[in-house]
């Protein structure tokens, strides 16, 4: 997904390696760094698929390249904004890449993808639920560890407020997008 973060920021304007590793640290976890043998072998790899290209005309004046997209390079974009999550260890953090374009896309798949995004924390929502109704049930069968169950009702209740959260947010995005649709 970092292909497409690096593709939506040069869909605005063209810039350089280190101006791009900045974006791709600040759409991470906060203080989240990125290396340069991450950033770039991936911009090797994108201008080997012909997404993006340096010129030699492209240099700031200290002669850092700067990187621009090409029109392939803005249809692979347009295929990963439409291409589907994969529910892995990181897919949080691929919907919130994908929002980060959103206005390269129109309403209706920023809606869809808004929708998705709200359709998988509503399937954590009930996987947590069951998690805290479970561990109050055994909170109070067993007495002798009211200290431990209570934390982990807690820490179980703590993912359940951010999720609600992040479904509200959603929802409330959806609405906007929706009355904005029908103004037009």
Request: charged share 30%.
């Amino acid at each position: 997904m970092y292909e497409l973060l690096m593709l939506s920021a040069l869909m605005s304007r063209n810039m350089s390696g280190y101006k791009l590793r900045i974006i791709l640290e600040n759409a991470m976890v906060p203080r989240r760094k990125i290396s340069n043998g991450v950033l770039y072998p991936l911009l090797d790899k994108l201008e080997s698929k012909g997404c993006i290209g340096f010129d030699e005309a492209d240099q700031d004046s200290r002669g850092t390249k700067i990187e621009h997209i090409t029109e392939e390079g803005r249809r692979y974009f347009a295929e990963l904004m439409a291409k589907p999550v994969v529910h892995d260890a990181k897919w949080d953090d691929a919907y919130r890449f994908k929002m980060r374009g959103m206005h390269y896309i129109d309403a209706a798949e920023q809606v869809s993808i808004l929708q998705d995004f709200y359709s998988e924390l509503a399937e954590d929502l009930h996987v947590y639920s069951g998690v805290e109704k479970h561990l109050t049930e055994l909170k109070d069968a067993d007495e002798t560890m009211t200290d431990y169950y209570y934390w982990q009702i807690r820490s179980t209740d703590f993912v359940i407020t951010t999720i609600k959260a992040k479904m509200d947010w959603l929802q409330a995005q959806i609405n906007e997008i929706e009355k904005m649709e029908i103004v037009k």
